[in-house]
């Protein structure tokens, strides 16, 4: 045999699969006996709740080292900017003011001038005449007595034979202060200059003298006009009041602030009243109505007696 002859190795298994990777041994898992998690053999401690895996108990927290510092921080406001709430409730306010004014409402709501009015003697000529009326009203009216009536109307019936009579006077401080109070209301607005009565209960008299009549008394008229009147007693007969100047209403309200007593002391009486001027024309009602829309006579109040006449 030629000993030049080579043989070729072949690897047919044997020890050449040793350097082959050998499957890993199985690997063991135990449940925790505190909430059943599966974990390692080679884990003490649950990594679901933290318990010890053999025992189940919960491990202690470890006592805290003496020394590490635990530092807390607090923040503390800005001293700086402590008017900024301030500021922010300011501006709601001012805000709040601003809608008001612009909406015009509450305090800051307008209120309606009421335009002037000037008599015009040039567009009136002639002399005052009876102003018709349309209602009459009065707080209080004394019951029928004797076969009379006296209620409101019958002062201007002109008949001084009837009267209307008040049952007795407000309490003081009542109704702003006034003894009685009569409205007139006029049929159509006019210029009232002049206002005619019959002072008292004039039937007779003892009649006269035993009821209080009127000795001051304040004229209202629409657009807050006032004009105060101070009668006389001097008996049966007409008194005629003239006003400074003519007045353009729809109505004439009477406050009764002063009486001549009478000797049984109880209300006051009229035997008759007119309102006399002159029947409004041109652009005048509708003046009229304007300025006693914006700021009437007064206000009605809960009157006894109402007539429409």
């Known amino acids: 045999m030629n000993d030049d002859t080579r043989t070729q190795d072949t690897d047919v298994g044997g020890d050449g699969g040793a350097d082959q990777e050998r499957p890993s041994p199985a690997?063991?898992?135990?449940?925790?006996p505190a909430c059943g998690s599966f974990n390692p053999s080679?884990?003490?401690?649950c990594r679901a709740c933290g318990a010890d895996v053999v025992t189940g108990d919960p491990l202690p927290w470890p006592d805290p080292d003496p020394d590490v510092?635990?530092?807390q921080v607090v923040t503390e406001p800005n001293p700086h900017r402590w008017w900024l709430p301030v500021a922010a409730i300011l501006a709601a306010a001012g805000l709040l003011l601003l809608g008001l004014v612009v909406a015009g409402l509450g305090p800051f709501a307008s209120t309606p001038t009421v335009p002037d009015a000037a008599f015009d003697a040039d567009r009136y000529e002639g002399d005052t005449q009876d102003l018709l009326l349309s209602d009459i009203a009065t707080v209080s009216t004394v019951p029928p007595r004797d076969g009379r009536s006296f209620e409101a109307a019958q002062m201007v019936d002109d008949d001084p034979e009837t009267a209307w009579r008040s049952d007795g006077f407000l309490e003081?401080?009542?109704?702003?202060?006034?003894?009685?109070?009569?409205?007139l209301f006029l049929a159509e607005p006019g210029w009232i200059s002049e206002i005619v009565l019959r002072n008292g209960d004039q039937s007779d008299l003892?009649?006269?003298?035993?009821?209080?009549?009127?000795?001051?008394?304040?004229?209202i008229a629409d657009g807050g006009e006032v004009v105060?009147?101070?009668?006389?007693?001097?008996?049966?007969g007409r008194q005629i009041v003239e006003l400074p100047d003519p007045v353009l209403s729809t109505m004439l309200r009477?406050?009764?602030?002063?009486?001549?007593?009478g000797t049984d002391g109880n209300g006051v009486a009229v035997s008759d009243v007119e309102v006399r001027g002159w029947t409004a024309i041109g652009d005048d009602p509708a003046l009229a109505a304007e300025r006693a829309e914006i700021q009437p006579a007064?206000?009605?109040?809960?009157?006894?007696?109402?007539q429409s006449l």
């Open 254 to 261: 009477l406050e009764v602030m002063e009486v001549f007593p």
């Open 206 to 219: 003892g009649t006269y003298a035993e009821v209080a009549r009127l000795r001051q008394v304040r004229a």
């Open 27 to 32: 690997r063991t898992a135990r449940g925790c």
């Open 69 to 71: 510092q635990v530092s």
């Open 298 to 306: 007064t206000a009605p109040l809960p009157f006894e007696a109402r």
């Open 228 to 236: 105060l009147l101070n009668l006389l007693d001097d008996g049966r």
């Open 42 to 45: 080679e884990r003490e401690v």
């Open 172 to 183: 003081p401080g009542e109704a702003n202060g006034p003894l009685e109070i009569v409205d």
